[in-house]
């Protein structure tokens, strides 16, 4: 996400001619896209796409069940 966002800070100051952006050529200015299309391929390749939104359901439901816990009265288990 960031180097979409870096690529489209520099392609703005590019086109509107500011600062030293304005002299590099437009390749460079295009570099941040390519690398976040190949940041996105190898993330979906590995599956840390997958596992992420994995991870991030399992803490939702943790949490949930806590908050159920909670409001029921149980006090959550000490670790043996």
């Excluded at 050529?25 to 590995?46: E, I, K, R, Y």
């Excluded at 992420?52 to 409001?71: C, F, G, N, P, V």
């Amino acid at each position: 996400m960031y180097l979409l966002l870096l690529g489209i800070i520099l392609v703005l100051l590019k086109y509107l001619a500011v600062g030293p952006v304005a002299d590099w050529p437009w390749w460079w200015t295009l570099v941040p896209f390519g690398l976040a299309a190949l940041w996105w391929t190898w993330a979906d390749a590995s599956g840390y796409t997958k596992r992420k939104a994995a991870e991030k359901i399992e803490k939702h439901k943790q949490e949930r069940l806590e908050r159920q816990k909670e409001s029921l009265g149980l006090r959550p288990r000490k670790p043996r």
